[in-house]
C-alpha cells in the first residue's frame, strides 16, 4: 500500500482546516487598525451604548416618560439629582410635565436612531440603483439621472427635507398625519442624501464595466441586471460603507433640526431635537438642564458616528495600508 494513500494518512498529514470568518476577522487588517486607535474604541462604544440604551429604553429607563399615568405635574422643574415633590430622586432632573429627562433622552435616542438608521438605508438603496443604472448603461440615461443630482445639490439638503416634507405630509389626509409622520420624515431626509451615493457608485461603475470580466459576462449573455449585482455592486460597497456611516450622523442632525423646527417628531413621542426644542423654552427661565443633557447626548451621539466612519474611510483605503 502507497505511504501517499489518502485512507492511510496519519493526522500530522491532514490538510489544515481553513479559519473560520470569525478568525479571518480579527485577523485582517481592519481589526488590526480599530484595536489600535484608542479614539475608534471609545467612538465604538458610545455608539453601542446609545444602541443599546435606545433598544432597551423600557427596561433601563426608570420611569416611561410618555405614559400619562405616571407622571406626576407637581414634579416639574426638578434640577439634577433634586428630589422632587413626590419624593422621587431624578438623575438629570425632570422638564416642565414632570418626565424624567434620564429617560426622555433614552426614549428620544430610539426616535432618533430608528430615523437615522432607515433614512440612511433608503438614501443608500435609492442612491446605489440610480448610481448603478446611470454608470453601467450611460446615455441619456446618465444625463437624466446626474441633472437631477446636480440640481438637488445646489440647494441645502436641510431645505430639500423641509420641502419634501411638507409636500408629503400634505397630500396625507389629516387623520393620518400623526401616525405617519416618522415615515414621512424618513422619506424626506433619505431623498434629500441619496445623491452623494449616485455619484460615488456611478464612477466606479463607469470604470468597472469597462473591465475584461465584464465584457466577458456580457458576450456569455448574462443579463444585465445580474452583472450589475454580481460584478459591479461588490466593488462600491466599500466607499459606500463609509457615506453611509457618516451619513449616519448627518441624518440624526437632519432629524433634529427637523424636530427643533416644529416639522419633526410631534412632543408625544419625541426625539432628541424635540426634547432640545421643548428645553429651548425654558432655557433663559433657570432651567437649563432640560435642554443642555438632550443637546449634550445628541453631540455626543453623532460626533462618535463621524470618528467611527474618519476611521472607516482609513481603513479601507489601501493607499494608506
Not at 13 to 18: I, T, Y
Not at 76 to 83: H, Y
Request: glycine share 8%.
Amino acid at each position: 500500500m502507497s505511504a501517499l494513500d489518502p485512507l492511510h494518512r496519519t493526522k500530522a498529514e491532514e490538510p489544515p482546516r481553513a479559519p473560520s470568518a470569525w478568525a479571518r476577522f480579527f485577523d485582517s487588517d481592519i481589526w488590526y487598525s480599530f484595536t489600535r486607535s484608542p479614539v475608534t474604541v471609545v467612538s465604538a462604544l458610545i455608539v453601542l451604548i446609545f444602541v443599546v440604551g435606545a433598544l432597551f429604553a423600557p427596561w433601563i429607563a426608570p420611569h416611561n416618560p410618555f405614559n400619562p399615568a405616571e407622571l406626576n405635574l407637581m414634579d416639574g422643574f426638578t434640577p439634577p439629582m433634586g428630589e422632587a415633590f413626590s419624593g422621587n430622586l431624578y438623575l438629570l432632573g425632570t422638564d416642565d410635565q414632570g418626565r424624567d429627562v434620564f429617560s426622555t433622552i433614552l426614549y428620544g435616542a430610539r426616535i432618533s436612531l430608528f430615523v437615522g438608521f432607515c433614512a440612511v438605508l433608503f438614501a443608500m438603496v435609492l442612491g446605489i440603483s440610480l448610481g448603478l443604472l446611470a454608470g453601467y448603461r450611460g446615455g441619456w440615461v446618465d444625463s437624466l439621472i446626474m441633472r437631477i443630482a446636480d440640481v438637488q445639490l445646489s440647494f441645502p439638503a436641510i431645505l430639500v427635507a423641509l420641502l419634501i416634507f411638507g409636500v408629503a405630509r400634505a397630500m396625507l389626509p389629516r387623520s393620518m398625519q400623526g401616525e405617519m409622520v416618522i415615515w414621512v420624515l424618513i422619506i424626506a431626509i433619505g431623498l434629500s442624501d441619496w445623491v452623494q451615493y449616485a455619484r460615488t457608485v456611478r464612477g466606479t461603475a463607469m470604470v468597472e464595466k469597462n473591465k475584461e470580466y465584464v465584457q466577458a459576462a456580457r458576450v456569455i449573455g448574462i443579463h444585465p441586471l445580474l452583472i450589475m449585482l454580481r460584478h459591479v455592486l461588490p466593488n462600491v460597497l466599500g466607499p459606500v460603507l463609509v457615506i453611509a456611516t457618516i451619513g449616519l450622523a448627518l441624518a440624526i442632525i437632519a432629524e433634529a433640526t427637523l424636530s427643533f423646527l416644529g416639522v419633526g417628531v410631534p412632543p408625544t413621542t419625541p426625539s432628541l431635537g424635540t426634547l432640545i426644542r421643548i428645553g429651548n423654552d425654558f432655557l433663559f427661565s433657570g432651567e437649563w438642564w432640560i435642554t443642555l443633557f438632550p443637546g449634550l447626548a445628541l453631540i455626543l451621539l453623532a460626533l462618535s458616528v463621524n470618528l467611527l466612519g474618519d476611521w472607516l474611510r482609513d481603513a479601507l483605503n489601501p493607499k494608506l495600508r
